[in-house]
């Protein structure tokens, strides 16, 4: 149901090169979480940086459970392929 591709690059890093590769193929970043500074802006101490991990949920996957249109998934499928190929991108 998810594609995930973890990285060694630190997180600024690794969102800075994905918002590259999704601009570069047309498409806009929806939403990057960053865990370590949602948990300091909530005032707990997080000094450290978490292991960067870049994903999606698959579009194919999710619009099968929920349509059955041909078009749909046909689209889905095609959006699902130029995501990983973005997250690949990025990694």
């Known amino acids: 149901m998810y594609y995930i591709a973890e990285t060694d690059k630190s997180f600024e890093q ?3 090169d994905l918002d590259t ?4 193929n047309g498409f806009g970043v ?6 370590g500074g949602t948990l300091r802006s909530k005032g707990i101490d997080f000094p450290e940086q978490c292991k ?3 994903g999606l949920i698959r579009p194919a996957q999710m619009i ?3 349509s059955q249109d041909a078009s749909l ?3 889905a499928g095609e959006v699902e392929s130029k995501t990983i ?3 690949d991108e990025a990694k």
């Open 14 to 16: 690794a969102a800075s």
């Open 21 to 24: 590769a999704v601009k570069r």
């Open 30 to 35: 929806l939403h990057v979480h960053d865990l």
């Open 52 to 54: 960067t991990k870049i």
């Open 64 to 66: 099968s459970s929920l």
């Open 73 to 75: 998934s046909q689209v």
């Open 85 to 87: 190929q973005m997250i």
